[in-house]
């Protein structure tokens, strides 16, 4: 895991205006720390000096954001020390020496990692347990049908074209959900159906769209083994179970294959 305070050489160069501008952003009170809910217009003298402005209210929203992820995990890290170990070292009057903080910084990412880790961890046996037990319920629903891979689906309106193979095109309208109705995607939001070889995608839906004629709905529950597995995504944790609403309206190619067969 990156330090959470690995900074690029513009932050870097940044870091060495904060404490010179301190008193002077105070005075306009248009601080990014600080700044009110309407923000007065401020002009200043020269372009360098509304340069230096950006570069450090930039700054600020860096440090604040990796404040925010360590919060997320469980980590209070004071915003007053971090802008004060800023100003100690314009003033090169650090409290820690270089290694000490190299030290501290190394110790950070340690802690990070481990409870990133745990967190991760939690949250995936969490969406085991979630998906078993959706699993269970929806395999009692009227229609559901399960296969020998342990996809599920349900057929909410039956087509009459052509089935896809696997090695088909298609396109789809779809949307996707957690367990608990949380939305991840969707291609009715975007408003333009989607475009995919059938072989691409992830298990599930290569086995149940070809279930489908073209003109139907299917609702498919994909156990994570037929998903993403124990891939970790900020949209979809480790080890869930999708749901999928789909419909299916073109197999790409699907005329010119029938006129082909037909001569």
Same mark, same amino acid.
């Given at each position: 895991?990156?330090?959470?305070?690995?900074?690029?050489?513009?932050?870097?160069?940044?870091?060495?205006?904060? &404490?010179?501008?301190?008193?002077?952003?105070? %005075?306009?009170?248009?601080?990014?720390?600080?700044?009110?809910?309407?923000?007065?217009?401020?002009?200043?003298?020269? %372009?360098?000096?509304?340069?230096?402005?950006?570069?450090?209210?930039?700054?600020?929203?860096?440090?604040?954001?990796?404040?925010?992820?360590?919060?997320?995990?469980?980590?209070?890290?004071?915003?007053?020390?971090?802008?004060?170990?800023?100003?100690?070292a314009f003033a090169d009057?650090?409290?820690?020496?270089?290694?000490?903080?190299?030290?501290?910084?190394?110790?950070?990412?340690?802690?990070?990692?481990?409870?990133?880790?745990?967190?991760?961890?939690?949250?995936?046996?969490?969406?085991?347990?979630? &998906?078993?037990?959706?699993?269970?319920?929806?395999?009692?629903?009227?229609?559901?049908?399960?296969?020998?891979?342990?996809?599920?689906?349900?057929?909410?309106?039956?087509?009459?074209?052509?089935?896809?193979?696997?090695?088909?095109?298609?396109?789809?309208?779809?949307?996707?959900?957690?367990?608990?109705?949380?939305?991840?995607?969707?291609?009715?939001?975007?408003?333009?159906?989607?475009?995919?070889?059938?072989?691409?995608?992830?298990? &599930?839906w290569t086995e149940g769209?070809?279930?489908?004629?073209?003109?139907?709905?299917?609702?498919?529950?994909?156990?994570?083994?037929?998903?993403?597995?124990?891939?970790?995504?900020?949209?979809?944790?480790?080890?869930?179970?999708?749901?999928?609403?789909? %419909?299916?309206?073109?197999?790409?190619?699907?005329?010119?294959?029938a006129e082909t067969t037909?001569?």
């Amino acid at each position: 895991m990156k330090s959470v305070f690995k900074m690029s050489l513009l932050a870097a160069t940044v870091a060495l205006a904060v &404490g010179c501008q301190q008193e002077e952003v105070k %005075e306009t009170k248009t601080a990014a720390v600080e700044a009110p809910a309407a923000v007065e217009t401020v002009t200043f003298a020269t %372009e360098d000096d509304k340069a230096a402005y950006a570069i450090g209210a930039s700054l600020a929203q860096y440090l604040k954001a990796n404040l925010e992820q360590q919060e997320e995990i469980g980590l209070s890290l004071s915003s007053d020390l971090v802008l004060q170990g800023v100003q100690d070292a314009f003033a090169d009057k650090s409290k820690l020496s270089d290694e000490e903080a190299q030290a501290a910084l190394q110790s950070l990412d340690q802690r990070v990692a481990e409870m990133a880790q745990k967190q991760s961890e939690e949250k995936a046996a969490a969406a085991v347990k979630a &998906g078993e037990d959706f699993r269970a319920t929806f395999s009692k629903t009227e229609g559901v049908t399960t296969t020998d891979s342990g996809l599920m689906y349900q057929v909410e309106t039956l087509g009459e074209g052509a089935k896809p193979a696997a090695e088909d095109t298609v396109v789809v309208h779809y949307k996707g959900t957690l367990t608990d109705g949380t939305q991840f995607d969707s291609s009715y939001d975007r408003d333009q159906p989607a475009t995919f070889p059938l072989n691409r995608v992830i298990p &599930g839906w290569t086995e149940g769209v070809q279930l489908m004629p073209v003109g139907s709905k299917f609702k498919f529950v994909i156990p994570p083994e037929l998903a993403y597995g124990a891939q970790d995504t900020p949209a979809i944790p480790a080890n869930s179970t999708l749901v999928f609403d789909v %419909e299916l309206i073109e197999i790409k190619g699907d005329a010119a294959k029938a006129e082909t067969t037909q001569g």
